[in-house]
């Protein structure tokens, strides 16, 4: 059986939960990388899909920025 990973992303204001669970295959790590390895790839593939799962945007009111 594939070992799997779960991604998990909570709100505190809305109490609204995003959460996936992939196998190690899904992900492209190898289950004989050692454990130091293991953390480093999770770490890195969990970055990107935080990053795809949240919207998010900044107003300053009565500000307008220069594109320069």
């Known amino acids: 059986m594939s070992k799997t990973v779960t991604f998990s992303i909570r709100t505190t ?3 609204s939960t995003i959460e996936q669970t992939f196998t ?3 992900l492209n790590i190898d289950e004989n990388m ?3 390895e293991i953390k480093k790839a999770v770490d ?3 970055r990107v899909w935080v990053w ?3 919207s998010f945007s900044c107003v300053i009111d009565g500000i307008e ?4």
Do not use: G, V
């Open 44 to 46: 890195d593939i969990f």
């Open 13 to 15: 204001d809305l109490n």
């Open 34 to 36: 050692s454990n130091k």
């Open 65 to 68: 920025l220069d594109e320069n």
């Open 52 to 54: 795809d799962n949240i």
């Open 24 to 26: 190690f295959e899904e």
